[in-house]
């Protein structure tokens, strides 16, 4: 009831606006203070499949041996900071709050970003020989093996690993899989891209056991990127945009393969 | 046949056999009638380290994808960089091409991007979509791409020179390849 107001006293309403502005002036000068040092900008969105990621104001990029750190302290002159010797046939880099998950053909590791100018080894968990794109999260690690010719290896599957302690992933399940390449995980949704056999849609409310929720057929998928609700899929021959519905419902907006 | 020539004969046929494209660790296959392997990918050494935006054109070989704000970029893999606006996802427009040869990776901050020319890093000012400029380069600061041969192992298309310089690798159903590694 609009009389209600007039019953609240002027002071209470004063002493509550006077805590409002508090509130938010001190949020602007704490905004202000932590953005002295250096100014972060706003990163995009990568596949799993990439070799760069920026994190922490920080580009990290690996090649087939080794992970690089360049500082964006300046962004339009990175400066080489530390360089960390893997193994052999890395592939793939992510970045999770302040850890990087790194694939290579043999096994997972897992880096810490606490000093981000000088990232240093957790964990590392050995897989079979294969290509393999790792996402995660605080507690879990998905990561996709697939033998072909040119990764070797006798396993197609989806593993999920527990990082919870990240100085030793554990492997907690595997599910089967046709052709795994990239993957992306948004919220308790994880999407993995199985080459010609569609994209498969995983409710991860329960992170080590993946519900089966559909698979989307008619391309080739390769990797996906879930930018707010539009999935954005490397196909064979471009890219697809679908639209992200209520109840998992996945619509084809465009393809751009010319 | 005098001394000095014999350490010198050895080491031309060690170096020969290291050379060769022929595993050496493993017992020697029959090269099969088709496999899925990497073929290399040629360009011509004309704008290798020119970095500039052209007209869009056709997606050959889609590679990567990227996406910041309403924009999607797609590595065309060795030669640059699709940018095409997703503002309106079931209508995507084709912005323009960036021009960067042996191109595979990219990320971007603000209006920042960071590719692989080759293996130089290179920073790109894209404020102006329709003149971008390289503002910075670190020269073979990494290797991303290997112009003798392909990431992983297996089977692979042996490099032609005649054809050109390798910008990058490409999979492909390969008819009874000749190297492997």
Known sequence: ?258 | MPKPYLPLLFSGLLFSFLLSCKPYDEPVMRPPASIEGYAPIYGSNNNAKTIKSAAPRNIEKGGKIYVKNDTLYQVETGKGIHVISIASPDVPQKLRFIEVMGCHEMAIIDNYLYTNNMNDLVVVDIRNINDVVEIDRIQNTFHIVDQNRPPGTGWFECVDPSKGDVIGWEMKTLSYPQCSH
């Open chain 1, 1 to 258: 009831m609009p009389e209600k107001h007039k019953t609240l006293p002027m002071k209470r309403i004063l002493s509550l606006l006077i805590i409002l502005i508090a509130i938010v002036t001190f949020a602007a000068c704490s905004k202000d203070e932590s953005g002295k040092s250096t100014t972060p900008g706003t990163p995009g969105q990568g596949g799993s499949l990439a070799r760069f990621t920026i994190a922490w104001n920080y580009l990290y990029i690996v090649d087939d041996q080794k992970l690089y750190a360049y500082s964006l302290a300046n962004p339009q002159a990175p400066q080489l900071k530390s360089t960390v010797n893997l193994g052999f046939d890395i592939e793939t880099i992510y970045s999770f709050k302040d850890k990087l998950f790194i694939g290579s053909q043999n096994a997972m590791y897992i880096y810490s970003l606490t000093n981000p100018a000088s990232p240093a080894q957790l964990g590392t968990a050995s897989h079979v020989r294969a290509c393999d794109p790792v996402v995660a999260n605080d507690s879990i690690a998905y990561v996709t093996v697939r033998m072909g010719s040119t990764c070797g290896g006798n396993q197609n599957a989806l593993l999920i690993y527990d990082v919870k302690n990240v100085l030793n992933p554990v492997q907690r399940n595997a599910t089967p899989l046709t052709n795994p390449h990239g993957l992306g995980l948004k919220d308790n949704r994880l999407y993995v891209c199985d080459g010609d056999n569609g994209l498969f849609v995983y409710d991860v409310t329960d992170p080590v056991y993946p519900q089966y929720i559909k698979q989307l057929k008619g391309e080739t998928f390769y990797d996906v990127i879930i930018a707010d609700d539009l999935l954005v899929c490397m196909i064979d021959g471009g890219t697809a945009l679908f639209q992200l519905g209520a109840g998992d419902e996945i619509t084809l907006m465009a393809k751009i393969t010319n």
